[in-house]
């Protein structure tokens, strides 16, 4: 067999010696009727979006890193609670690393473990920026004071229990 169309058939008209295929363009897909808002236990707005309300920059803190750092963990002088900024994105302003941002898979005791790793690895005293993250759970919304804005919905059941 030979592979000549790949894509979405409207209609087909065969014949003796042919076959007439009607194609769809992959516009067409824009036609499905979607709800606008998805019932998901989880937040639909964006971080720091307007939807959500909260300022990155008024949630951002500097840093300086600590001894012992790696390319994929860096200790801190920062004292929020664990967990505080996972999720969040860490970028240095100084440095070796200067211009570098990462994602922060997680944060305990001070220090950032990174879900991708630097170029290369930061020095002590090494300044950074780093702003928390969301989960988009209520909880979290809660933690940020911002449960008023949560675009979620926490309470649905799973598809495994309806019947």
């Known amino acids: ?6 894509g979405a058939v409207a209609g087909v008209d065969p014949a003796s010696t042919r076959v007439k295929l009607t194609v769809k363009s992959e516009l ?15 937040c639909g707005h964006a971080f720091c ?15 300086t890193t600590g001894s012992g750092a790696s390319s994929t963990s860096v200790p801190s002088n920062r ?17 070796v690393c200067a211009g570098a941002r990462r994602a922060v898979k997680a944060y305990a005791s001070g220090r950032f473990e990174l879900a991708l790793p630097l170029p290369a690895v930061p020095a002590q005293g090494d300044a950074f920026t780093v702003y928390p993250g969301c989960a988009r759970t209520l909880d979290a919304c809660k933690a940020l004071g ?8 926490p309470f649905v059941p799973p598809p495994e229990t309806a019947r």
Do not use: I, K
Not at 1 to 6: M, P, T
Not at 28 to 42: H, K
Not at 49 to 63: F, N
Not at 79 to 95: H, I, P
């Open 1 to 6: 067999s030979v592979w000549f169309f790949e």
């Open 28 to 42: 067409e897909r824009l036609n499905a009727q979607m709800p606008r808002y998805l019932y998901q236990p989880g």
């Open 49 to 63: 979006s307007a939807g959500c309300g909260l300022s990155r920059s008024a949630l951002q803190v500097t840093g």
């Open 79 to 95: 004292a929020e609670a664990d967990g505080y900024f996972t999720l969040g994105v860490l970028a240095f302003t100084s440095g």
């Open 146 to 153: 911002n449960a008023n804005r949560f675009r979620g919905y």
